[in-house]
């Protein structure tokens, strides 16, 4: 067996060097994780050097190492965001009563289900893009796709630190479990739905990227609230990092935008077809496209109505989005909050317990924010003349999840039959020729500082280097 | 000389909001809570940026690494940087009045003007305790360490930084509070000790910390933290405590010699044995000592800019300096001896031990002389140094040392027929020259 040099290889705040327990689960673990990475990660990528940030330590110094590196070199550290030793539990049953840095018995069973939950999503995510690399817009998108992917590996190592650091030997067998189970496999698939789709292509990674990494965001958050202290420091440190996934995303889908608007205030046109015929992609596909990831995200947030969240909330194991900033009781009993639900063949608003609504408090600030930022895609519109806009369909549509799940709504938020759903359901969701049309676009593009014809390129380089710049080198 | 005043300058941190994703990840990090935003906008507030640049790596997208020279009696306020939808453009006219004022303030201190010793001292890391508003960036054109290396001696130790921050600041108390100026001296120059109990605050020599004055200032708010570089070494004022210690000076005028009271200055100068006092940081990481003992080490301050002086000086004392065989090379200004911090045990250190060279401007009966003509007159010594690659050079004091200072840096490199330009390139990209000026 190889032993591990701790402090070069993996950069902590941990103390692994002296935790003879931890060292040991990941002298196991370790090299199925890199088996797993070259069998499942980005494809025809170990022998690059990809310009990559590594994060060596929690202080804002330690964040920024840009280097070359060959991804299965790269130093996947575990990291904790700094101890409050006065820190107490804010919500709850428990409020008041100082923060655990052991897991209590009795909650054992549901905080492994929540972190081999969230465990699960960081390796699907880099599964579901593994061919993305092959057609690149851009070097720039390249390496942005890599270290992408590379945070989400250290995502999962911080879920694995929890497993086995706290949970013993159940911990180390759902550890191994996350490297077994496959994106997209009927026999041994991913937890959650939206992490067993594919990511077909550049735009459905960037639509991904900003909002299903921002459901990551806000179940990070949640977390972070979290009585359990050594996960609340734990996805606090990751929410850096989902940072810049979600910056992938909102500046990959603004760049699409551009050179979208350019085409059309070239041409002249709205129409769609002489969009495409340029070369760019059209707005009503990039608002299917739109559509589709924001329905399939916010399903992930779990039915309106959970008596499972009601409990993780009461036992204090994860908290709401800014927790800490709330002006209430944080306990919520009596407490109620408006949820959609069908009467007589309509969407109707009603008060239910906040305790039991809370995965539906957690999607409506998820919501807010996708807004924001779908507002600021606006801009990229109106600083070109385009009068045009994006938006974000009806909360009810295209739900799988949830007592909305056996309804079909429009994206304006009609009840509609299931005639009327596919009959224009083309309109609504991407369809089989619009992933095609998006797919025929997808030529590869390495030469340093050129990008594809549908994308613009960005303001700025990464850190600061010029858009030119040699992101990747093939050797 | 009034032109510098005319254009009093500011280089404002500024977020671009087009291309800002608001991840709040810079308001999560910065250490003094200067950074706050609405449902449009993240903004820096000029008022509480102290410019340590915690925010500037771990922000994902670029859009925090932004400056522009502003007035500093008029930067741009939070409540209209919260409407932006860009950023304004650079203003020409004021970045070009900057630079002729920046060039006015260098030559007048070379013509040996009033200004390198009369100005407010008070604030040997960089914040001016007097100053209206704004950071510590008065020069329009750098940010911090831009003039020299932003990377530490390769045989520093590992500083650690931002351990405590406004939120959750350190509480240290007072073990004592000394004169350090002549008692018929005008300025009140002060040692002042403190001592962290049972709360680790490690620091290393020329790191600094910050100091939370007690109350609200007159517009109601909280009063932000000001910087002061610690003068102690790593293992304490008294080697084995926990404890260190700070060369403050009160300020009793602005630059421009108004009456003045220093909100943190005074408060600290008339702070008791046993008063607590709330602590911040510790700061930097690139103004550090090597721990090679061969390394020779010029030091070359004023004033209060002496206490990192003071904390790598001890730090080699304590080690029993010279049997590595690195020098120690001090070139300390002041208006005259009795202003001179620390000036009895200052030169009750054996020559052997470190080569002093004091500069007073305002002796009676004796000509004006500068930390710079101290240089000039042992060039020959300062070239061989500078020209050595086990030399490690810093400054500390009134930026308006600095242009006399790199002069005589650049004479001294001419004199080994060394271009001062590529000479300046290897020892900035060895962490080997650093400034601290204010």
Same mark, same amino acid.
């Given at each position: 067996m190889t032993t591990i040099d701790y402090a070069e290889r993996i950069p902590n705040n941990v103390n692994l060097a002296s935790d003879k327990a931890l060292q040991?689960?990941?002298?196991?673990?370790?090299?199925?994780?890199? /088996?797993?990475?070259?069998?499942?990660?980005? @494809?025809?990528?170990?022998?690059?050097?990809?310009?990559?940030?590594?994060?060596?330590s929690v202080e804002p110094s330690g964040w920024a190492n840009f280097d070359y590196v060959k991804m299965p070199d790269y130093r996947w550290g575990i990291f904790l965001a700094p101890r409050d030793e006065a820190r107490?539990? &804010?919500?709850?049953?428990?409020?008041?009563?100082?923060?655990?840095?052991?897991?209590?018995?009795?909650? +054992?069973?549901?905080?492994?289900?929540?972190?081999?939950?969230?465990?699960?999503?960081?390796p699907a995510s880099i599964e579901q893009q593994r061919h993305l690399g092959l057609t690149c817009p851009s070097l720039y998108d390249l390496r942005n796709l890599f270290q992408v992917n590379v945070e989400e590996g250290r995502h999962l190592w911080a879920m694995v630190y929890l497993l086995h650091r706290h949970f013993g030997r159940d911990g180390r067998e759902e550890a191994a479990a996350l490297l077994q189970r496959r994106s997209g496999d009927t026999d041994n698939p991913r937890?959650?739905?939206?992490?067993? @789709? +594919?990511?077909?292509?550049?735009?459905?990674?960037?639509?991904?990227?900003?909002?299903?990494?921002?459901?990551?965001?806000?179940?990070?958050?949640?977390?972070?609230? /979290?009585?359990?202290?050594?996960?609340?420091?734990?996805?606090?440190?990751?929410?850096?990092?989902?940072? &810049? &996934?979600?910056?992938?995303?909102? /500046?990959?889908?603004?760049?699409?935008?551009?050179?979208?608007?350019?085409?059309?205030?070239?041409? /002249?046109?709205?129409?769609?077809?002489?969009? +495409?015929?340029?070369?760019?992609?059209?707005?009503?596909?990039?608002? +299917?496209?739109?559509?589709f990831h924001y329905s399939v995200t916010i399903d992930l947030f779990g039915a309106d109505q959970s008596s499972n969240a009601a409990t993780f909330y009461s036992a204090g194991l994860k908290g709401r989005f800014d927790e800490g900033k709330r002006n209430d009781d944080h306990r919520l009993e009596g407490a109620t909050y408006a949820i959609i639900d069908i009467a007589g063949g309509a969407l109707v608003e009603r008060q239910a317990p906040m305790l039991n609504a809370l995965n539906e408090v957690l999607r409506d600030d998820f919501i807010r924010d996708s807004v924001a930022g779908i507002g600021r895609w606006n801009k990229v519109l109106d600083k070109n003349g385009i009068a045009q806009r994006l938006v974000v369909p009806h909360k009810a549509f295209n739900r799988r999840i949830g007592s909305l799940a056996g309804v079909r709504v429009s994206p304006d938020g009609q009840v509609v039959s299931e005639a009327q759903w596919q009959a224009s359901v083309a309109g609504w969701l991407p369809s089989a020729e619009d992933r095609a049309f998006v797919a025929s676009l997808m030529g590869r593009v390495v030469e340093p500082g050129k990008f594809a014809g549908w994308i613009a390129p960005p303001p700025i380089g990464v850190n600061k280097q010029p858009l030119a710049f040699e992101y990747v080198r093939f050797g | 000389m009034n032109t510098a005043a005319l254009v009093d300058v500011l280089k404002q941190h500024l977020i671009d909001p087009e291309i800002c994703i608001r991840c709040n990840t810079c308001e999560e990090t910065c250490p003094v809570d200067a950074i706050t935003h609405d449902s449009r906008n993240y903004v820096v507030d000029a008022a509480k940026c102290n410019a340590c640049l915690a925010c500037i790596g771990p922000c994902p997208t670029g859009a925090i690494d932004n400056w522009r020279v502003v007035r500093r009696d008029d930067p741009h306020a939070v409540v209209a940087q919260l409407t932006w939808d860009m950023l304004p453009v650079e203003d020409d006219a004021l970045m070009r009045a900057a630079m002729l004022a920046r060039h006015v303030a260098a030559g007048n201190v070379a013509a040996g003007n009033d200004a390198a010793s009369c100005a407010d001292a008070a604030t040997p890391a960089g914040m001016a305790a007097a100053a209206p508003r704004g950071g510590p960036l008065a020069d329009p054109l750098a940010i911090p360490g831009a003039s020299g290396a932003v990377i530490p001696p390769a045989s520093a130790a590992h500083p650690q930084v931002n351990l405590f921050s406004m939120r959750a600041p350190a509480t240290a108390i007072v073990a004592g509070n000394f004169r350090v100026t002549d008692d018929c001296a005008d300025s009140d120059t002060r040692h002042i000790v403190i001592d962290f109990g049972a709360v680790p605050f490690p620091v290393l020599e020329g790191q600094s910390i910050g100091i939370v004055p007690p109350g609200l200032d007159r517009e109601g708010r909280p009063h932000f933290a000001r910087q002061y570089s610690v003068a102690s070494p790593r293992d304490g004022e008294r080697p084995g405590y926990n404890n260190l210690s700070l060369t403050v000076k009160r300020v009793t005028a602005d630059h421009d010699g108004h009456a003045v009271r220093g909100a943190c200055s005074n408060y600290l100068c008339d702070l008791a044995k046993g008063d607590a006092v709330q602590v911040i940081g510790p700061f930097g990481n690139s103004f550090l000592m090597p721990d090679d003992p061969a390394a020779h080490l010029v030091m070359?301050?004023?004033?209060?800019?002496? =206490?990192?002086?003071?904390?790598?000086?001890?730090? #080699?004392? #304590? $080690? =029993?300096?010279?049997?590595?065989?690195?020098? $120690?090379?001090?070139?300390?200004?002041?208006?005259?001896?009795?202003?001179?911090?620390?000036?009895?045990?200052?030169? *009750?250190?054996?020559?052997?031990?470190?080569?002093?060279?004091? =500069?007073?401007?305002?002796?009676?009966?004796?000509? #004006?002389?500068?930390?710079?003509?101290?240089?000039?007159?042992?060039? *020959?010594?300062?070239?061989r140094l500078v020209a050595d690659a086990h030399t490690h050079i810093y400054v500390c004091g009134l930026r308006a040392m600095e242009a006399g200072v790199i002069e005589a840096l650049a004479d001294a490199a001419q004199a080994n027929g060394d271009d001062w330009e590529a000479r300046w390139r290897v020892l900035k990209a060895e962490g080997r020259l650093h400034f601290e000026t204010y």
């Open positions: 040991r689960a990941l002298e196991q673990w370790q090299p199925d994780f890199l /088996s797993w990475w070259k069998e499942m990660g980005p @494809e025809g990528s170990q022998a690059l050097d990809v310009y990559l940030r590594t994060a060596v107490t539990v &804010h919500f709850g049953e428990h409020i008041g009563e100082p923060a655990w840095q052991e897991v209590p018995g009795e909650h +054992r069973a549901n905080l492994r289900r929540i972190i081999v939950t969230q465990g699960d999503t960081e937890i959650l739905g939206a992490f067993n @789709e +594919r990511t077909p292509d550049w735009l459905a990674f960037f639509m991904f990227t900003y909002f299903t990494d921002r459901d990551g965001k806000f179940q990070l958050c949640a977390l972070a609230e /979290s009585a359990f202290d050594p996960l609340a420091r734990t996805t606090r440190f990751m929410l850096t990092e989902e940072a &810049h &996934h979600m910056f992938v995303g909102e /500046s990959g889908v603004a760049r699409t935008l551009q050179r979208t608007a350019e085409v059309m205030r070239a041409l /002249s046109t709205e129409d769609p077809k002489a969009v +495409r015929a340029a070369g760019a992609i059209d707005l009503p596909t990039l608002q +299917r496209y739109l559509n | 070359i301050c004023t004033g209060t800019g002496s =206490a990192p002086m003071r904390a790598m000086t001890e730090r #080699r004392r #304590r $080690l =029993a300096n010279g049997q590595g065989g690195g020098s $120690l090379t001090l070139f300390f200004g002041a208006r005259s001896q009795g202003e001179l911090p620390y000036f009895g045990p200052l030169t *009750s250190l054996p020559r052997a031990f470190i080569d002093i060279n004091l =500069a007073f401007s305002r002796m009676p009966g004796e000509a #004006r002389h500068y930390v710079q003509d101290r240089m000039r007159e042992r060039m *020959s010594g300062l070239a």
